[in-house]
């Protein structure tokens, strides 16, 4: 699955720019309530495919080949362009729920982030100039375009992003991989949180967003 998506980096990198040129892509906590506490510098964008299960056809039009990765595989309940308008710093944060993996497939990452300037430690100073990592307990890596990071969610973890330009990861949640009853609990869970009522108001929001470009999405 991974690699799928890591083997279609310059595909996914062109509908990107389409979106960043043509689509006024919301605050992250603008579409998902709840989200202020990690955006109250307004720098983490959003462009959304999947949401807890459903899917946003009417992104999927603008993005035919980013939406038809995504749409491949149905381990993936969470899918998105997350774009971080640096300089950005996501605080310390854990997600409530331990039944999916994190992935980022890194797409588009600025001048100055390179592995040199990684911190090798929660105690080193993840502050210091330069620095563009996620650092999760006490484990700390950057974003290198085309080579995917995976990560456990409901540990803690921030977003460091010490420098100027854009940060953007196609932003995958995948289904962990369970003992057979665990994994029965764990399907069933994921597949009924389409139902759940908040994302109904995110599907919306989204598509307020993306119908605002006034784009002819049958011509795409």
Sequence with gaps: ??????????????ELEYIMKHVP???FD???????????????????????????????????I????????SDISYAMFSILHGPKHIPP???LYSGVLRVHVPIKVPGGCSSTAVAKSSSSPPSMAGACHIRVKNETRTWEEGKALVF????????FLNVKGERVVLFLDIRRPL?????LSNRLFLWYS??????GFVVEEAKRYTMAAGINQSSQ
């Excluded at 980013?66 to 595989?73: C, M, R």
């Excluded at 003992?179 to 994994?183: A, I, M, N």
């Design 1 to 14: 699955l991974v690699q799928d998506f890591e083997n279609h980096i310059g595909e996914m990198r062109a």
């Design 25 to 27: 892509t919301p605050q």
């Design 30 to 64: 603008k579409v998902v309530p709840g989200q202020g506490p990690l955006n109250r510098d307004q720098a983490w964008t959003v462009f959304q495919f999947r949401v807890y299960n459903r899917d946003l056809e009417f992104n999927h039009k603008l993005c035919p």
């Design 66 to 73: 980013t939406a038809g990765l995504v749409t491949k595989y």
């Design 93 to 95: 944060h854990q997600g």
């Design 152 to 159: 456990d969610d409901s540990l803690e973890h921030e977003v």
């Design 179 to 183: 003992p057979f009853l665990e994994d």
């Design 194 to 199: 389409r139902y759940i009522g908040v994302v």
